[in-house]
Nanobody, 114 residues
Framework: AHLVESGGGLVQPGGSLRLSCAASGFSFRSSIMSWYRQAPGKEREMVADIDFWGETTNYADSVKGRFTVSRDNAKNTVYLQMNSLKPDDTAVYYC????????WGQGTQVTVFS
C-alpha cells in the first residue's frame, strides 16, 4: 500500500495551494482519509479528515474556513485545497488512511513566506 502526496511549494501569505494524495494497494473507498502536518520542532497534527463518501468533513480550528478536504473515489485520490495561507501553515503535509494506521507517505513541503 502506498500514499503519495504532491502539490506543495512556496507561496506568499494569502496565497493558495492544492495538495493531492494518490492512494494505492488498499480499498481506498473503505477508508476515512486525513491530512496531517508537521512543522519543524512540533508534533504532527491532524488538519482535516473526510468520510468514505466525502459527505462528512472535520477540520482543525486553525484551518477552518480556509482549507477544504475532498476526495475522488474513482481516482483513489484525496485533496486539500488551502486558501488564505499564513506563515503558520508552513509544514510538511501528509495524508493518512485509517485502514493503514502505520503507513505514511513522504509528505509534501508547504512553505508560506513573506
Amino acid at each position: 500500500a502506498h500514499l503519495v502526496e504532491s502539490g506543495g511549494g512556496l507561496v506568499q501569505p494569502g496565497g493558495s495551494l492544492r495538495l493531492s494524495c494518490a492512494a494505492s494497494g488498499f480499498s481506498f473507498r473503505s477508508s476515512i482519509m486525513s491530512w496531517y502536518r508537521q512543522a519543524p520542532g512540533k508534533e504532527r497534527e491532524m488538519v482535516a479528515d473526510i468520510d468514505f463518501w466525502g459527505e462528512t468533513t472535520n477540520y482543525a480550528d486553525s484551518v477552518k474556513g480556509r482549507f477544504t478536504v475532498s476526495r475522488d473515489n474513482a481516482k483513489n485520490t484525496v485533496y486539500l485545497q488551502m486558501n488564505s495561507l499564513k506563515p503558520d501553515d508552513t509544514a510538511v503535509y501528509y495524508c493518512h488512511a485509517t485502514l493503514l494506521p502505520r503507513t505514511w507517505g513522504q509528505g509534501t513541503q508547504v512553505t508560506v513566506f513573506s
